[in-house]
């Protein structure tokens, strides 16, 4: 068991492959060349969205300043008939109040209840004219 084994040979040291910078940097520039057109593509891009963006609020700004002078105009007008329905909501209400009904009818078709009396008020100066035409 104690036999000589043999001997392993001499590990000899790996021999280093020799590297090539050339290939590396000219992969490098090449890849600094493409991020380059890359970027500038992008920008050339962001710079068209933006142009078309700007035409577009150029554009649509005037209407939509023409739209709300619409709708201060509107609200107005809707505000006016609000009140010009309000008081025609009360004037129907009173036309059907029971309480009401009497007096309107006596307005409307100037007859009286028997009950009252009339009183005609007559102008004093047209009194004073009409003596002083008598007088002899």
Known sequence: M??????????????????????????????????????????????????????????????????????????TEVKLMEGHVNGLQTEFSRNFDPQEAKIIRQRQGYRFDPSQRQIVLMNQDRQEDEQTDSLP
């Open 2 to 75: 104690n036999a000589i084994q043999p001997s392993r040979p001499p590990l000899q040291p790996i021999q280093k492959r020799r590297v090539i910078s050339r290939p590396k940097r000219h992969l490098r520039e090449r890849s600094y060349k493409v991020m380059a057109l890359e970027s500038t593509a992008k920008i050339a891009v962001n710079l068209v969205i933006t142009a078309v963006a700007a035409s577009a609020l150029t554009q649509l700004l005037p209407y939509h300043w023409l739209q709300q002078e619409k709708l201060r105009e509107m609200s």
